[in-house]
């Protein structure tokens, strides 16, 4: 037994279901592997835990796709807009570069950097006099995050393309012996019941590794800063959670967050590196509060090299890492051309969730584990080391058998959800919880796991 490194092998799964998504990439194999890791990470743990002898893993490579693209079917009313105005692919003096503004002081530092009025056509006509590169260092130094379009070759030779191709796709770091406890209300059908997860993620990965955790019967309790909303996305991802708000600027605030830790399982979180032990909770206070954590943590372009501490988004790797540069001949466009889906996100969610699992299998056996850690540019490495040449119907939009019949009632109003992509043995990803909006509920572990 040993903890997951590597995306699965198609042999060890079974998949279902037809149609891939059109790409220059194999993004339908990627994310259907990356549910099959959960699978197959779940099926160790069930068979550890005596819950089940076995089973096997079952993945439909159609609903891998649509949950890829959203999970979430409203009925009678529009979802909100996923993207900001300003957000987006700009011409500049020497190439391309993408903007990220959803949140407002990436907003802010984009504006400030380009020092035009907040209007597309002002962000437009500024940047095609600047250069791409100079773009993306003075927005990052502001504080904001941007990216230059890269060619696959440029990114290989870059420094931080180097450095990130001697990183595997999951790295276990600060190895320790845990003592795992005993899910004793857990069943074959809700094989986490009783696990509690304490999430502290945002857009997109991370809140999809929780997301699924919950699915398999964790209790999830996602925490954000107070007025913190991310409108277009909530209602896909706070599915089967309790949501929460703490100010972590405040002693009250940490106090209450310490106390969540003491009685949290797992912890999944995307600080950069510094910044949880800027509040108080490094390495080694994390320890003291929680020893016997499973621990899984992610960023946008890997753990070593000068891009470390750099912030960034899926759409943002892709266009760094070479995925867009390909995208455009592919498609046999001018611009820089985006995968179909925010396939690294939903890749790298997958993975976090199976090395959580990965880890709570291996503290049944006493051998140590370590804090799992996952890039978003990692996980685009293994996209572009995939074939692309597999064959099948295109995955355009859903159908409505994609959907289970139940009503889901959120906070913005009635919906359906899709099928569970994902069967191991009896089990499939369940939620009990609808999706509600940030700060429903209080700081606290529920007094009753979902059943």
């Not at 405040?250 to 310490?258: C, D, H, V, W, Y």
Request: aromatic share 6%.
């Amino acid at each position: 037994m040993s903890l997951r490194t590597t995306l699965p092998t198609p042999n060890m799964f079974e998949t279902v279901g037809a149609g891939i998504a059109p790409s220059a990439f194999a993004v339908t194999d990627l994310v259907t592997r990356a549910i099959a890791a959960v699978g197959v990470e779940l099926a160790g743990f069930m068979t550890a835990t005596g819950l089940a002898a076995a089973p096997s893993v079952v993945v439909d490579q159609r609903l891998a796709t649509l949950w890829g693209k959203y999970s979430f079917r409203p009925d009678g009313w529009e979802m909100p807009n996923l993207w900001d105005d300003l957000a987006g692919v700009y011409k500049t003096q020497d190439g391309w570069i993408r903007l990220h503004t959803n949140l407002p002081h990436h907003r802010s530092a984009a504006l400030a950097t380009l020092t035009c009025a907040p209007t597309r056509s002002a962000v437009s006509a500024t940047l095609r006099r600047l250069s791409a590169d100079a773009v993306e260092r003075d927005i990052h130094a502001a504080g904001g995050v941007a990216a230059a379009l890269r060619s696959p070759e440029s990114w290989a030779n870059h420094p931080q393309g180097q450095a990130l191709a001697q990183e595997p796709s999951i790295s276990w770091q600060r190895p320790r012996v845990v003592k795992a406890r005993s899910l004793e209300n857990a069943t074959e059908q809700r094989p986490l019941k009783g696990l509690r997860v304490l999430d502290l993620t945002r857009v997109l990965a991370g809140p999809i590794a929780t997301r699924a955790l919950a699915g398999l019967g964790a209790e999830v309790l996602r925490i954000d800063p107070p007025g913190w909303d991310e409108p277009g996305v909530i209602p896909d991802i706070a599915l089967g959670k309790s949501m929460a708000t703490l100010d972590l600027k405040t002693p009250q605030g940490r106090a209450r967050l310490s106390d969540l830790l003491a009685e949290a399982d797992v912890l999944v979180h995307g600080y950069r590196p510094g910044a949880l032990a800027a509040l108080g909770f490094g390495p080694d206070a994390l320890d003291a509060l929680a020893p016997n954590r499973v621990e899984v943590t992610l960023n946008a372009y890997g753990w070593t090299g000068p891009w470390a501490l750099r912030r960034g988004f899926d759409s943002l790797v892709q266009m760094s890492c070479g995925i867009n540069h390909r995208g455009r001949a592919w498609a046999n466009k001018t611009e820089p051309h985006p995968l179909p889906f925010q396939a690294l996100d939903h890749a790298t969610g997958y993975l976090m969730a199976a090395a959580v699992l990965s880890a709570l299998t291996q503290a049944q056996t006493h051998a140590p584990i370590g804090t799992a850690h996952l890039s978003l540019a990692r996980t685009a490495l293994e996209l572009t080391q995939l074939s692309p040449h597999a064959t099948g119907p295109e995955i355009l939009d859903w159908v409505d058998s994609d959907f289970t019949p139940a009503v889901e009632q959120t906070s913005w109003g009635p919906g359906h959800r899709l099928h569970s992509p994902l069967s191991v043995g009896q089990t499939q990803l369940k939620w009990t919880r609808p999706a509600v909006a940030c700060g429903s509920h209080p700081a606290s572990w529920p007094s009753a796991p979902a059943t």
